[in-house]
């Protein structure tokens, strides 16, 4: 039997009413290098995104298009996020839409089951409903303007007969559940709010459908209902793993083992759904629960939020094309603390690139290989230890930087762990300046302290370049590359290892990160996001 850790993740499955803005690439590029990091680390790891296709404001959209929603829904998935997702290098094990035929059943099985145990009753609905956010509020929640507290937007007061899941059911279960679970829903402060703005001022049942609009999955005891979007979409993490279809293997792997670790993440706009009725419904089919849901920020313009109206969505594709995929994924990753809100500026952009890309490994990796091919005709001297005591502090720092990369990947701690990384590579080029190797090389006495120096070197550039290299999808390869580092060290385990690369031919190779010409660039990028030009699916 395998040994491994289990670790599934999952992005929020995204509405395809429109064309993936940079937001949706922030989230899914996080979850990522996440489930890169952990697959590294030898987890077993499985990672699901997708689209959450049903709703009243597709069937509108597609409407206004002149198409069938169904078609509505293939062209942006096809042509849009797929693409999208390929050319950010996601690596995603499976991609679900809730009109796969898998999702469609497993949802109805799921109301079938609540009805039966009466966990959903038919009642009337009266409330006050975004159409744009698919969501009901309640009097307490709106005020006298009547604008949706989520998104701004003027709500429509609606009553309609529909299915209600009941929440006070598990009110209790909740409390004790996020008592007994105190990282359940981090950052922590996410609770609070869930706790004071939600739970409370009394918990309201949750309508589970509706009957204003047919582009849903159809109730099957009463087919004027179509499920409504909530407990369709959070289904999606457990359809997609085969659970109540004839293959569940996946689901018995990742989801019903105790042992098997269960991530959402989501941004903060969705919490209450994922922290809430999510919870609530997998009580009720007696399922395990989650062990986190992640909440992280917003990607912002200088303006706000990236929204259509504002004319201020800037796409991914743009910024790949001209800088790299790993450039845009580590801008992601290193610029924002993941679980807080930032603002993307292309001088923010340009800089982050420049400073730790070009300046911090870049550098490093072209002095390194450049004295090893001056001073040892490109090959990597002998280990023997550490002759220096600049050196046992490398090795040391080297060694710190490891451990401390596999706590913080495991916490989420995703920007921190590449600190972390980008810390040690500052070490290693501050090491070369006190090391004084072009000193050493003139005074035939200091001939181990020189070898030793260039081992060092070459060392720390290897283990930082495969603890990078969920990030740098590209380049961490052409880093080995250029080190000659063959197949059989280019794993997580053998980075622990010190010691590995003695008598390895280095390869000097192309600049692998440029300097940019900043006041160019940010130019380029400003005068992108006036006017955003978007790549049509190749
Ligand atoms: N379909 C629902 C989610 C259902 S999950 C069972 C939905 N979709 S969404 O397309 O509107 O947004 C989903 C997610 O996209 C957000 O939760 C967030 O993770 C991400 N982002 C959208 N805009 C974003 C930014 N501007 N910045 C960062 N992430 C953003 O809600």
Redesign the pocket.
Known sequence: MSQKKKFYITT????PSASPHL??A??TTMCDVIVRGKRMRGFDAYFLTGT?EHGEKIQKNAEASGVTPQQFVDNIVNNKFVPLWKAMKISNDDFIRTTDERHVQTVQKIFSEFLKNDDIYLGEYKGWYCVHEESFWTDTQVDENHLCPECGRPLEQKGEPAYFFRCNKYVDFLTDFYDHNPNFITPVARKNEMVNNFIKPGLQDLCVSRTSFDWGIPVVEDKKHVVYVWLD??T?YISALGYLQSDDSKFQNYWNDEDAEIVHV??A??TR?HTIYWPMFLKALNLREPNRVFV?G???MKDG??SKSKGNVISAYPLIERYGVDAVRYYMVSEVTFGQNGTFTPEQFVERLNQDLANNIGNLLNRSVSMIEKYYGGVIPAYEGEVTPLDAELKSAAEKAIVAYEALNDDLKVTEAYQEVMELVSKANKYIQDSEPWTLAKDESKKKELASCMYHLANVIYIAGMLLSPILVEKAPKIFDQLGIPEELRTYEAIKNFGNLSGLKVQKGEQLFPRLKAEEEIAYIAEMMAGPKEKAAA
């Open positions: 929020p499955i995204y509405y937001g949706h922030y989230c959450d979409a959070l999606n989501i941004g706009d969705i759904f992280h917003l990607l912002m939020k990236m």
